[in-house]
């Protein structure tokens, strides 16, 4: 069964839930709001040039959800999700989703993103696979620290390599579709990478390499064959 796996911000969604989780949050009043919105545009500045320090952004990222009870996070991440993501939902992405199931597909979301921002992004997608960064809990409570090896430039490859392995699917030919430079390390590990609105230096690397472009933000679902 070939697997088709998916990167999530700016390439399933138009936008990017972990940027916009920080917006929702300093809106909400959950963090100290210029400090942590100029903290957080700093890290993404990074992310952008390809040199984001991912365990000091996790550190920062994952603090809020141990400052406050669970209850309160569930309410707010329910705002987010419908005042946030549901508008940056693609019905192109959706239709290429769909596509892969239909070719039998197994489907797997793979972001950096953590799952507590993620999870009912997937679900809202119908992707039931999530690969993403896993906040620590421990006594019903998050720590504001990660478990496990962050879903980032090389450790995507580590994480699904070790859930192929895991699922017997190690022998399985392998999707990418991503938009990110960042991402170019599995792109180049799978068999079909698939460079979709690409940042400019994905995009000259696919045009590099001969990889497929496409974009998901025009109106109709993309011609990509799925064969």
Known sequence: MPVALFDLDNTLIA???????????VACGAV???AFAAAHRRFHEDY???RLDIDAFLEFALRPLAQHPEAELLAWRQQFLDERIEPLILPAAQALLEAHRRAGDHLAIVTATNSFVTRPIADRLGVPTLLATEPERRGGRYTGRHTGTPTFQEGKITVVEAWLREHGLDGAERWFYSDSHNDLPLLRHVERPVA?????AL?????R?????????AAEAPECSTG
């Open 32 to 34: 100290e709001g210029e």
């Open 48 to 50: 952008l040039a390809g």
């Open 15 to 25: 936008g990017d839930s972990d940027c916009l989780w920080g917006e929702h949050l």
């Open 196 to 200: 979709v609105d690409p940042d400019a």
């Open 203 to 207: 995009a000259a690397e696919a045009r």
């Open 209 to 217: 390499r001969g990889w497929p472009i496409l974009t998901l933000r």
